[in-house]
C-alpha cells in the first residue's frame, strides 16, 4: 500500500548492541517524526525533520540515539549501546504541513525489545 | 510539562453505554486533533477541531472544542466492541511544526 512503512516490525537483541530501525514515509510528505511509545502510554516524540531544514531532535532522551533521513524521504533511527529501558513501540509518522494543520499517518511501529 | 491531559487513563464499560474522554490544557491550542490507536498499530485520525465551540460528528462519535480553545472532548453513543482501542489528543505546539500527544484513554468495551 501506499501508507508509512517501518521495519523490522520486532526487534530482540541484547543490552549493549546498536540498533537501526527504518521508516519509509509517504510519497511527497515533507515532514517526518519519530516518537517512542512505552506499554500502553502515549507518545513521546523524538525527533522531526521538515524538508530541508536541521531536524528538531528535543525529544531525543540521550545521545545514545541519533536520526537521519536520507533525500528527504527514508529514515533511519539509531540507537547505540542499548540499554533495558530502551525497550518500547518507536514509531515513525509522516505528513504534509498545509497552513497550520497536519494529519500525521503512522506507521505500524518496530517494538524492540531489550534483554 | 504535559500540556495536554486526558482523562479518564482507563475505562471499561458494557457494549451499549455511553461515554465521554477529556483532553484538557491550561494552553490555546490552534486546533486539535483525536487519535485512535488498536493494539499492533500506529494511531489512525479520527478527526481534527479548528474553532472554539466547534462540534464534529462521525458516526456515533461526537467531538467538541471547547469555546477557549483549551480543552476538547468525545463522546460515544452505544459503544461498541470495535470501540476498543487507546485514544489520543493531540495538538500543534505554538512555534513549532510538530504535535504534543496527550498520554490517552485505554477505553474497552465488553461484550
Known amino acids: 500500500g501506499a501508507g508509512v512503512s517501518q521495519s523490522p516490525s520486532n526487534k530482540v537483541t541484547e543490552k549493549g548492541k546498536d540498533v537501526e530501525l527504518r521508516c519509509d514515509p509517504i510519497s511527497g510528505h515533507t515532514a517526518l517524526y519519530w516518537y517512542r511509545q512505552s506499554l500502553g502510554q502515549g507518545l513521546e516524540f523524538l525527533i522531526y525533520f521538515q524538508g530541508n531544514s536541521a531536524p528538531d531532535k528535543s525529544g531525543l532522551p540521550s545521545d545514545r540515539f541519533s536520526a537521519e533521513r536520507t533525500g528527504g524521504s527514508v529514515s533511519t533511527l539509531t540507537i547505540q549501546r542499548t540499554q533495558q529501558e530502551d525497550s518500547a513501540v518507536y514509531l515513525c509518522?509522516?505528513?504534509?504541513?498545509?497552513?497550520?494543520?497536519?494529519?500525521?499517518?503512522f506507521g505500524d511501529g518496530t517494538r524492540l525489545s531489550i534483554l | 510539562t504535559q500540556l495536554l491531559e486526558q482523562s479518564p487513563q482507563f475505562l471499561s464499560i458494557q457494549e451499549g453505554e455511553n461515554l465521554t474522554v477529556y483532553c484538557n490544557s491550561s494552553?490555546?491550542?490552534?486546533?486539535l486533533q483525536w487519535y485512535r490507536q488498536e493494539p499492533g498499530e500506529g494511531p489512525v485520525l479520527l478527526v481534527t477541531v479548528v474553532t472554539g465551540g466547534e462540534v464534529k460528528k462521525l458516526k456515533r462519535l461526537t467531538f467538541q472544542f471547547g469555546d477557549a480553545r483549551k480543552d476538547s472532548s468525545l463522546h460515544i453513543t452505544a459503544a461498541q466492541p470495535g470501540d476498543t482501542g487507546l485514544y489520543l489528543c493531540a495538538g500543534p505546539i505554538q512555534g513549532a511544526q510538530k504535535l504534543v500527544f496527550g498520554q490517552g484513554t485505554r477505553l474497552t468495551i465488553n461484550p
Open positions: 494552553s490555546v491550542f490552534s486546533s
Open positions: 509518522a509522516s505528513s504534509f504541513w498545509t497552513g497550520g494543520i497536519q494529519a500525521q499517518h
